[in-house]
């Protein structure tokens, strides 16, 4: 018998990625691999390690603990229990970057700035301002660029010459930083960088973030009156965005703006700075009109590129804009259904093939993930002599790196939880990069479905137990849903398992990709503009009828619906619309007012909040809530900085103003990711309760 129940596990291993490997670094040699990875499939402690291909053999570089815990000679056993101690209170490494050479690796630990030389593993910490953000080796290895605060600062790399280089400036009340993204791009855009080296290292592209116009917005913990409010500036749909700009920055901190039309493109998905000199891309507030600029370093001018269009939106492509060696420039074209690669303006992937990312180029080759079913992401390479080729080779999600003609391939199936990874060079056998992943205590037990005449993608979750002939199983739909995200896939992730461990507690778990999710294509995707539910709920009602009709073991006159962030706005809107199908609901982190979610993501589907009232109305649960008559459970994290708590709150009391009974479930200190919280257990369970009590 386990001695660890599912949901215990889930928070222990942090959802099965303790213990993989990842944030890989191939070395210009293609000789050296360098990679993050903890010690066990428990140990939250990330530790730096350097895997040397010809030998096979790991070497441990960074060890976060022994550098915060001292020396581990002769310890006592006191010193071991106290050792033990620290590395599971420990934050660990959490990212690192190197220099052109992979020679020195610079990480923030606990605040402080540490570099580490890769080939000794002599690890050093530099006097640098703490706390240490998001430090960045120049490529020659000579400088180290970091943010403290709102102020990048710039350290030579033996710890000599600490100064800032961009500081805070404007009039006096003014909210202004340099060199991190603002909200929206973090969260909304995929661009979590604000700074860029040039490749000699002697310059750097620099975003200014201004966040004085937007809007400033309150994080208390009720549970505790005397710690203050945490304040953060968050711009809501229709709100006002944080102004961003772009500098070129000298050594000495003189800096040259870049110009391009802001007043028209106010968003900046990406930036950088490659051989061919600095580029970026801007977009218009409806997200309509993207254009590639390149910058002229010496005077700040720019020149388009390339400019896509779209009459919904133009989808922001993971690691697009690139070029390769040769200055040809990466992108993608939405073709009818397909989003294909292009190279120099032309494309280079065939219809069918969905482009999902772009990982990195290697001289001409460009590295990529692509689908022809949605259930798998493979990985695929396209050079101009051979064509677009599939390097994966069984069904799973799969990812990589590539450099110096060394690739690393990493692969999530349903073999094993978390992830696995080889490393392949021509001519030689491949390296297996060890995986010290833990086992689950479950076993998945799960059918894959295309169903009904929209082939929806389907995934029924079944117990270990039950046997043909047994009595039919109340249902549990246990979706996403919808967009930015999918759930059905063929590996082993912590979701997956989470709906196998609700099929346990005696339930069929059936959970259905529909309209909106990534991996079908463009017109897949935009099928939900102007309205995030509608069409959803259907694919989600469809799929429901097509497997019970396949299946005796789904009882439709017990059926309920969980869901959490999009997923738990869906499910208040399933039982809120369509009671006669859905029979209780629970629902976490869900955005009951479509104006408490921010610009960039809000009105890529429904415009303009002044433009489209009603499109914002139709999305927001809380103007429905007349209609509940079935049982609702609500859940949310009070700290939750991402889907505010104030969306749940007044959708409870729209709903107490209708007099519709329902429960709430506070969380006291719990984020939007409660899957990290040592709660998380509880609330499973609590919800599991619910579920019993209003289905039977």
Same mark, same amino acid.
């Given at each position: 018998?386990?001695?660890?129940?599912?949901p215990?596990?889930?928070?222990?291993?942090?959802?099965?990625?303790?213990?993989a490997?990842?944030? +890989?670094t191939?070395?210009?040699?293609?000789?050296?691999?360098?990679?993050?990875?903890?010690?066990?499939g428990?140990?939250?402690?990330s530790?730096?390690?350097?895997? /040397?291909?010809?030998?096979?053999?790991?070497?441990?570089?960074? /060890?976060?603990?022994?550098?915060?815990g001292? =020396?581990?000679?002769?310890?006592?056993?006191?010193?071991?229990?106290?050792?033990e101690?620290?590395?599971?209170?420990?934050?660990g490494i959490?990212g690192?970057?190197?220099?052109?050479?992979?020679?020195? =690796?610079?990480?923030?630990?606990?605040?402080?700035?540490?570099?580490?030389?890769?080939?000794?593993?002599?690890?050093?910490?530099?006097?640098?301002?703490?706390?240490?953000?998001?430090?960045?080796?120049?490529p020659t290895?000579?400088?180290?660029?970091?943010l403290?605060?709102?102020?990048?600062?710039?350290? &030579?790399?033996?710890?000599?010459?600490?100064?800032?280089l =961009?500081?805070?400036?404007?009039?006096?009340?003014?909210?202004?930083?340099?060199?991190?993204?603002?909200?929206?791009?973090?969260?909304?855009?995929?661009?979590?960088?604000?700074y860029?080296?040039?490749?000699?290292?002697?310059?750097?592209?620099?975003?200014?973030?201004?966040?004085?116009?937007?809007?400033l917005?309150?994080?208390?913990?009720p549970?505790?009156?005397?710690?203050?409010?945490?304040?953060?500036r968050?711009? =809501?749909?229709?709100?006002?965005?944080?102004?961003v700009?772009?500098?070129l920055?000298?050594?000495?901190?003189?800096?040259?703006?870049?110009?391009?039309?802001?007043?028209?493109?106010?968003?900046?998905?990406?930036?950088g700075?490659d051989?061919?000199?600095?580029?970026?891309?801007?977009?218009?507030?409806?997200?309509?009109?993207?254009?590639?600029?390149?910058?002229?370093?010496?005077?700040?001018?720019?020149?388009?590129?390339?400019?896509?269009?779209?009459?919904?939106?133009?989808?922001?492509?993971?690691?697009?804009?690139?070029?390769?060696?040769?200055?040809?420039?990466?992108?993608h074209?939405?073709?009818?259904g397909?989003?294909?690669?292009?190279?120099?303006?032309?494309?280079?992937?065939?219809?069918?093939?969905?482009l999902r990312?772009?990982?990195?180029?290697?001289?001409?080759?460009?590295?990529?993930?692509?689908?022809?079913?949605?259930l798998?992401?493979?990985?695929?390479?396209?050079?101009?002599?051979?064509?677009?080729?599939?390097?994966?080779?069984?069904?799973?999600?799969?990812?990589?790196?590539?450099?110096a003609?060394?690739l690393?391939?990493?692969?999530?199936?349903?073999?094993h939880?978390?992830?696995?990874?080889?490393v392949?060079?021509?001519?030689?056998?491949?390296?297996?990069?060890?995986?010290?992943?833990?086992?689950?205590?479950?076993?998945?037990?799960?059918?894959?479905a295309a169903?009904?005449?929209r082939?929806?993608?389907?995934?029924?979750?079944?117990?270990?137990?039950?046997?043909?002939?047994?009595?039919?199983?109340p249902?549990?739909?246990?979706?996403?849903?919808?967009?930015?995200?999918?759930?059905?896939?063929?590996?082993?992730?912590a979701?997956?398992?989470?709906?196998?461990? +609700?099929?346990?507690?005696?339930?069929?778990?059936?959970?259905t990709?529909?309209?909106?999710?990534p991996?079908?294509?463009?017109?897949w995707?935009?099928?939900?503009?102007?309205?995030?539910?509608?069409?959803?709920?259907?694919?989600?009602?469809?799929?429901?009828?097509?497997?019970?009709?396949?299946?005796?073991?789904?009882?439709?006159?017990?059926?309920?619906?969980?869901?959490?962030s999009?997923?738990?706005?869906?499910?208040?809107?399933?039982?809120?619309r369509?009671?006669?199908? +859905?029979?209780?609901?629970?629902?976490?982190?869900?955005?009951?007012?479509a104006?408490?979610?921010?610009?960039?993501?809000?009105?890529?589907?429904?415009?303009?909040p002044?433009?489209?009232?009603?499109?914002?109305?139709?999305?927001?649960?809380?103007?429905?809530?007349?209609?509940?008559?079935?049982p609702?459970?609500l859940?949310?994290?009070l700290s939750?900085?991402?889907?505010?708590?104030?969306?749940?709150?007044?959708?409870?009391s729209a709903?107490?103003?209708?007099?519709?009974?329902?429960?709430?479930?506070?969380?006291?200190g719990?984020?939007?990711?409660?899957?990290?919280?040592?709660?998380?257990?509880?609330?499973? &369970?609590?919800?599991?309760?619910?579920?019993?009590?209003?289905?039977?």
């Amino acid at each position: 018998m386990p001695t660890i129940s599912l949901p215990h596990q889930l928070v222990q291993t942090r959802g099965f990625t303790l213990g993989a490997a990842e944030q +890989f670094t191939v070395a210009p040699d293609g000789a050296t691999v360098l990679f993050l990875r903890s010690q066990a499939g428990d140990d939250p402690v990330s530790c730096l390690w350097a895997l /040397d291909l010809d030998s096979g053999r790991e070497r441990l570089l960074v /060890d976060p603990a022994e550098l915060l815990g001292g =020396a581990a000679e002769q310890l006592s056993s006191a010193e071991r229990t106290r050792r033990e101690r620290s590395r599971t209170q420990a934050g660990g490494i959490t990212g690192y970057t190197t220099d052109a050479a992979a020679a020195l =690796a610079v990480f923030a630990l606990s605040g402080q700035l540490w570099t580490v030389d890769t080939a000794t593993g002599t690890a050093r910490r530099l006097p640098a301002e703490a706390p240490v953000v998001d430090p960045r080796p120049d490529p020659t290895g000579r400088r180290i660029a970091y943010l403290n605060g709102a102020t990048l600062r710039l350290i &030579a790399a033996d710890g000599t010459g600490d100064r800032a280089l =961009a500081a805070p400036d404007g009039p006096p009340g003014a909210d202004v930083g340099f060199g991190a993204p603002e909200h929206v791009a973090a969260e909304s855009m995929g661009r979590h960088r604000g700074y860029w080296w040039a490749p000699d290292g002697e310059r750097l592209l620099v975003a200014r973030v201004d966040n004085s116009a937007v809007d400033l917005w309150h994080i208390a913990d009720p549970a505790n009156p005397a710690e203050p409010p945490r304040t953060m500036r968050y711009p =809501a749909a229709g709100t006002t965005n944080a102004e961003v700009t772009l500098w070129l920055t000298e050594l000495d901190g003189t800096r040259r703006e870049v110009r391009w039309d802001r007043a028209a493109f106010e968003y900046v998905p990406a930036a950088g700075w490659d051989t061919h000199g600095p580029y970026l891309s801007v977009q218009t507030r409806d997200q309509r009109t993207v254009r590639l600029l390149a910058v002229d370093p010496a005077t700040g001018a720019t020149e388009q590129l390339a400019e896509q269009t779209d009459e919904h939106w133009v989808e922001l492509v993971e690691g697009l804009p690139a070029r390769t060696a040769s200055g040809a420039l990466l992108g993608h074209l939405d073709d009818g259904g397909t989003r294909r690669l292009t190279v120099a303006g032309q494309p280079v992937t065939e219809p069918g093939l969905q482009l999902r990312a772009v990982l990195g180029t290697d001289g001409d080759t460009v590295l990529f993930t692509a689908s022809h079913d949605p259930l798998v992401t493979d990985l695929w390479s396209y050079h101009p002599e051979h064509g677009a080729r599939r390097l994966s080779e069984q069904p799973g999600v799969h990812g990589g790196v590539l450099r110096a003609g060394t690739l690393v391939r990493t692969a999530r199936t349903l073999e094993h939880a978390g992830s696995r990874s080889t490393v392949h060079r021509a001519g030689r056998a491949p390296v297996a990069v060890a995986a010290r992943v833990a086992d689950p205590v479950l076993r998945l037990r799960v059918d894959f479905a295309a169903v009904g005449p929209r082939e929806l993608r389907t995934a029924l979750y079944l117990p270990s137990w039950h046997r043909p002939g047994d009595a039919p199983l109340p249902v549990l739909v246990d979706p996403y849903g919808g967009p930015a995200a999918q759930k059905v896939t063929s590996q082993q992730a912590a979701h997956a398992l989470t709906s196998q461990w +609700f099929a346990e507690q005696g339930f069929a778990v059936l959970v259905t990709d529909g309209s909106g999710v990534p991996g079908r294509g463009p017109r897949w995707e935009k099928e939900v503009h102007g309205d995030r539910y509608e069409r959803v709920l259907a694919d989600q009602i469809t799929a429901l009828h097509e497997v019970a009709a396949a299946r005796p073991e789904l009882d439709l006159g017990r059926v309920g619906i969980r869901g959490w962030s999009y997923g738990g706005g869906l499910a208040v809107m399933a039982v809120l619309r369509h009671p006669e199908v +859905f029979h209780a609901a629970v629902a976490g982190a869900s955005v009951g007012d479509a104006r408490l979610y921010d610009t960039h993501y809000q009105e890529r589907y429904l415009g303009h909040p002044d433009e489209h009232p009603a499109a914002y109305a139709g999305c927001s649960p809380a103007h429905e809530a007349a209609k509940l008559s079935r049982p609702l459970l609500l859940i949310h994290g009070l700290s939750d900085d991402n889907v505010f708590v104030a969306n749940t709150l007044r959708l409870s009391s729209a709903l107490l103003a209708a007099g519709r009974p329902h429960e709430v479930l506070p969380l006291s200190g719990v984020t939007h990711a409660a899957q990290n919280s040592p709660l998380f257990p509880q609330l499973l &369970a609590h919800s599991l309760e619910f579920l019993r009590r209003h289905l039977g």
